[in-house]
T-cell receptor, first 115, second 114 residues
Framework: DTAVSQTPKYLVTQMGNDKSIKCEQNLGHDTMYWYKQDSKKFLKIMFSYNNKELIINETVPNRFSPKSPDKAHLNLHINSLELGDSAVYFC??????????????FGEGSWLTVV | AQKVTQAQTEISVVEKEDVTLDCVYETRDTTYYLFWYKQPPSGELVFLIRRNSFDEQNEISGRYSWNFQKSTSSFNFTITASQVVDSAVYFCALGDNYGQNFVFGPGTRLSVLP
């Protein structure tokens, strides 16, 4: 069983479209995250939810909206996609907010290409 | 603010060579946690190790070993007798004790040539 699973793995879409990436974790963790990895491999946190509550919201365009229907799911919706949104998006989870020695476990990534 | 530096952007070695990946961190906290992750060409991020700031014992896991030195704020990762399958981007990361800050270094791309 995949611990953190996200779909789709690959997504090619046109500028201006709206798309969603879904994420589910079966680890029983309370905290979930979205990270963005750019073409230079830099990993940057976008959002973090703890028990469905938003606890970290980095400087991200408001075209990006996370939604956590329950603590096992954290979806990412992106409106009006732009070329610069092309990246790999990683969903992740940890027992409690990371740090405190808790390891963050990552999904396999979703490769988003905006054309 | 917390910061992680991985000065080596890319390293190439020939199979069976030993290689050390450097990680230097900055934090004002006395309690913190250090991590290494591996990202193979297939793209997933794989957790390798976690170490807390009070445990300076070095760790060995098979061909992998980690050297944590608080005096130099370093948490270096050595692969002994490297193999082609070790080719990946390796990330060092630093987490605080409050769950508020978790930062990744920029990564080191390791290529192991046959």
């Amino acid at each position: 069983d995949t611990a953190v699973s996200q779909t789709p793995k690959y997504l090619v879409t046109q500028m201006g479209n709206d798309k969603s990436i879904k994420c589910e974790q079966n680890l029983g963790h309370d905290t979930m995250y979205w990270y963005k990895q750019d073409s230079k491999k830099f990993l940057k946190i976008m959002f973090s939810y703890n028990n469905k509550e938003l606890i970290i919201n980095e400087t991200v365009p408001n075209r990006f909206s996370p939604k956590s229907p329950d603590k096992a799911h954290l979806n990412l919706h992106i409106n009006s996609l732009e070329l610069g949104d092309s990246a790999v998006y990683f969903c992740a989870s940890s027992q409690v907010p990371a740090g405190r020695g808790n390891t963050i476990y990552f999904g396999e990534g979703s490769w988003l290409t905006v054309v | 603010a917390q910061k992680v530096t991985q000065a080596q952007t890319e390293i190439s070695v020939v199979e069976k060579e030993d290689v050390t990946l450097d990680c230097v961190y900055e934090t004002r906290d006395t309690t913190y946690y250090l991590f290494w992750y591996k990202q193979p060409p297939s793209g997933e991020l794989v957790f390798l190790i976690r170490r807390n700031s009070f445990d300076e014992q070095n760790e060995i896991s098979g061909r992998y070993s980690w050297n944590f030195q608080k005096s130099t704020s370093s948490f270096n990762f050595t692969i002994t007798a490297s193999q082609v399958v070790d080719s990946a981007v390796y990330f060092c990361a630093l987490g605080d004790n409050y769950g508020q800050n978790f930062v990744f270094g920029p990564g080191t791309r390791l290529s192991v040539l046959p």
